[in-house]
């Protein structure tokens, strides 16, 4: 069992950078991949970034490239998302998931979810 929780968002001005941080319990998570996904009002859940097991592989949506980085402490049990130069359309509750094996970008793959933070960016 793992339970994860995500901290660290709130209101940033356009241009600016937040880090999203995704605690987990649970001994097993050291070998979950994870993943982070967002959700603005009305839309669908989306993919934004994911980490494999042992943090040396990554995978972004195109619309964070260059922009979001996802990583994480295996010490920590903690995976961080650091978000730079945001926009408007960064607004949403974003949310962290883990999952057994490699990675994906499928929302119905991962197998545990936190509740969400929200971020929102003011133009």
């Known amino acids: 069992q793992v339970q994860l929780v995500e901290s660290g968002g709130g209101l940033v001005q356009a241009g600016g950078s937040l880090r999203l941080s995704c605690a987990a319990s649970?001994?097993?998570?050291?070998?979950?991949?994870v993943g982070w996904f967002r959700q603005a009002p009305g839309k669908e859940r989306e993919f934004v970034a994911a980490?494999?097991?042992?943090?040396?592989?990554?995978h972004y949506a195109d619309a964070m490239k260059g922009r979001f980085t996802i990583s994480r402490d295996i010490a920590k049990n903690t995976v961080y998302l650091q978000m730079n130069s945001l926009k408007p359309e960064d607004t949403a509750d974003y949310y962290c998931?883990?999952?057994?094996?490699?990675?994906?970008?499928?929302?119905?793959?991962?197998?545990?979810w936190g509740q969400g933070t929200q971020v929102t960016v003011s133009s």
């Open positions: 980490v494999n097991w042992s943090g040396s592989s990554t």
């Open positions: 649970g001994r097993a998570f050291s070998y979950y991949a």
């Open positions: 998931a883990a999952k057994a094996g490699y990675y994906s970008s499928g929302a119905d793959t991962y197998t545990y």
